[in-house]
């Protein structure tokens, strides 16, 4: 990409940004149009724009223009697990993955459980300024399970959050997970459910299926999520509040999703890209890079949730970007820690198994990965159209190169991608957050 660079900067307000124009790409993969971005705002859409002095033109032919990706999922690790990640390095992962904002769950140590730690956690978002960072606050005190977290004092909180999860466990009491609903509902938070009955996958290790008999691994049944998701839909309509549920990966929990929107239940969900890619087949090899919560289901399953996110069923595309260090995955596969790596393989994934296969257009592309998962998180400054006064939160993606995908060259301070070696399609040319450029072909820039 042939940049022609300025030697000067302007200022608006508190955001010092040279203004750029984005020439000759397609937003949304439509028509050639410029993009003009000044002052930290999209200044305009079109061509033969009227530049300001001192523009930066960033030729884009061929390339994807989108919004900045939002990520409803990412574990950034920070505080209490920083040998896996920070949050200076999972946002600059982030960043290179194309997005312009995560929410980080809760799983920390100490758990974001406290205004406190929300807020310490979002303001090293700000500090380490490669993304916007939503911390998403626990359900449950510690995750235990026993009673409800200061749901309401980290609504309030500097960090204001709105999306509560226990991810990494499930909110598996009845009466707590419908407080919780109850709860949230003042303040239009919604509950991101980790659908996984604690019972019925005591040691499962894997799908439960023909591979794990043949294997002699614990299945892990697909009813484990499918009852939790069936009894938290209709928990949700009775309470009148907002479910969402995370990581969903089985044919039958697609058809329950169907079923609760088909009622007009307020339940949203979603599906990560190695769920829409990877099968119980690759466990097989016995490398725990495959080993991930939940498991990775069936062709048939695949097919499903490939389907379901096609139709509108499923909402939207979260990485449940999830660092390991290398000790706690290079193990035999009962000792492995659960959980890959998927911030910066997200959306040539999505490309690979969506797009090229004709089920998503680049549009229906900016609505799972930037538009749905901005208004689910109730992020105000994210997931807007590419359009004259929105904050300049842009993407700039070239669909056309293959790459060979290497976890070495990665941002993140985790090599746990199951995805190495693998010919992965496009690339990420730019990423602009608040009309500053955070990623230049495929590199972070220097702050």
């Given at each position: 990409?042939?940049?022609e660079?300025?030697?000067?900067?302007?200022?608006?307000?508190?955001a010092?940004?040279t203004?750029?124009?984005?020439?000759?790409?397609?937003?949304y993969?439509?028509?050639?149009?410029?993009?003009?971005?000044?002052?930290?705002?999209?200044?305009?859409?079109?061509?033969?724009?009227?530049?300001p002095?001192?523009?930066?033109v960033?030729?884009?032919?061929?390339?994807?223009?989108?919004?900045?990706l939002?990520?409803?999922?990412?574990?950034?690790?920070?505080?209490g697990?920083?040998?896996?990640?920070?949050?200076?390095?999972?946002?600059?992962?982030?960043?290179?993955?194309?997005?312009?904002?995560?929410?980080?769950?809760?799983?920390?140590t100490?758990?974001?459980?406290?205004?406190?730690?929300?807020?310490?956690?979002?303001?090293?978002?700000d500090?380490?300024?490669?993304?916007?960072?939503?911390?998403?606050?626990?359900?449950?005190?510690?995750?235990?399970?026993?009673?409800?977290?200061?749901?309401d004092?980290?609504?309030?909180?500097?960090?204001?959050?709105?999306?509560?999860?226990?991810?990494?466990?499930?909110?598996?009491?009845?009466?707590?997970?419908?407080?919780?609903?109850?709860?949230v509902?003042?303040?239009?938070?919604?509950i991101?459910?980790?659908?996984?009955?604690?019972?019925?996958?005591?040691?499962?290790q894997?799908?439960e299926?023909?591979?794990?008999?043949?294997l002699?691994l614990?299945?892990?049944?697909?009813?484990?999520?499918?009852?939790?998701?069936?009894?938290?839909?209709?928990?949700?309509?009775?309470?009148?509040?907002?479910?969402?549920?995370?990581?969903?990966?089985?044919?039958?929990?697609?058809?329950?999703?169907?079923?609760?929107?088909?009622?007009?239940?307020?339940?949203?969900?979603?599906?990560t890209?190695?769920?829409?890619?990877?099968?119980?087949?690759n466990?097989?090899?016995?490398?725990?890079?495959?080993?991930?919560?939940?498991?990775?289901r069936t062709a048939?399953?695949?097919?499903?949730?490939?389907?379901?996110?096609?139709?509108?069923?499923?909402?939207?595309?979260?990485?449940?970007?999830?660092p390991?260090?290398?000790?706690a995955?290079?193990?035999?596969?009962?000792?492995?820690?659960?959980?890959?790596?998927g911030?910066?393989t997200?959306?040539?994934?999505?490309?690979?198994?969506?797009?090229?296969?004709?089920r998503?257009s680049?549009?229906?592309?900016?609505?799972?990965?930037?538009?749905?998962?901005?208004?689910?998180?109730?992020?105000?400054?994210q997931?807007?159209?590419?359009?004259?006064?929105?904050?300049?939160h842009?993407?700039?993606?070239?669909?056309?190169?293959?790459?060979?995908?290497?976890?070495?060259?990665?941002?993140?301070?985790?090599r746990?991608?199951?995805?190495?070696?693998?010919?992965?399609?496009?690339?990420?040319?730019?990423?602009v957050?608040?009309?500053?450029?955070?990623v230049?072909?495929?590199?972070?820039?220097?702050?």
């Amino acid at each position: 990409m042939r940049t022609e660079t300025t030697d000067s900067a302007v200022t608006t307000g508190d955001a010092a940004t040279t203004p750029l124009l984005i020439r000759g790409g397609r937003p949304y993969g439509e028509d050639v149009q410029d993009v003009l971005l000044v002052g930290g705002r999209i200044r305009a859409v079109g061509t033969e724009l009227e530049l300001p002095e001192h523009t930066e033109v960033i030729e884009a032919e061929g390339c994807i223009v989108l919004p900045g990706l939002v990520d409803l999922h990412t574990h950034l690790r920070e505080p209490g697990g920083e040998e896996a990640e920070t949050v200076e390095s999972g946002t600059r992962a982030a960043a290179r993955g194309g997005f312009t904002a995560v929410h980080a769950m809760a799983n920390t140590t100490p758990v974001a459980d406290t205004a406190g730690v929300v807020e310490q956690i979002a303001r090293r978002g700000d500090s380490a300024g490669w993304c916007t960072v939503r911390p998403v606050g626990a359900v449950t005190v510690g995750l235990a399970g026993e009673r409800l977290a200061e749901l309401d004092a980290m609504a309030n909180s500097g960090a204001q959050v709105r999306v509560f999860s226990d991810d990494g466990k499930c909110v598996h009491d009845p009466v707590l997970m419908r407080r919780a609903l109850e709860y949230v509902k003042s303040f239009d938070g919604v509950i991101a459910q980790h659908a996984q009955d604690p019972r019925l996958t005591a040691g499962a290790q894997m799908h439960e299926g023909v591979v794990s008999a043949e294997l002699g691994l614990t299945g892990w049944p697909a009813v484990a999520e499918e009852s939790i998701i069936a009894r938290d839909v209709l928990l949700a309509q009775h309470v009148g509040s907002r479910l969402h549920v995370c990581h969903l990966s089985t044919a039958g929990s697609v058809d329950i999703i169907r079923w609760a929107k088909q009622r007009g239940i307020a339940v949203t969900a979603e599906v990560t890209p190695h769920h829409l890619l990877l099968t119980d087949e690759n466990v097989r090899q016995f490398d725990a890079v495959f080993k991930v919560n939940p498991p990775l289901r069936t062709a048939a399953d695949v097919e499903a949730v490939r389907a379901g996110l096609a139709d509108g069923t499923i909402d939207i595309v979260a990485t449940d970007h999830a660092p390991h260090p290398r000790d706690a995955k290079d193990r035999e596969w009962d000792q492995a820690a659960m959980g890959m790596t998927g911030l910066e393989t997200a959306l040539s994934l999505v490309q690979l198994t969506m797009v090229d296969q004709g089920r998503l257009s680049w549009r229906d592309v900016a609505r799972v990965l930037s538009e749905k998962p901005a208004e689910i998180g109730r992020d105000r400054e994210q997931g807007h159209p590419l359009e004259p006064g929105f904050p300049a939160h842009v993407l700039v993606w070239d669909p056309r190169p293959v790459q060979v995908a290497d976890p070495a060259e990665h941002a993140s301070l985790s090599r746990n991608s199951p995805f190495a070696g693998l010919q992965l399609p496009g690339t990420n040319r730019l990423t602009v957050l608040g009309g500053r450029p955070t990623v230049r072909d495929g590199q972070v820039v220097r702050r």
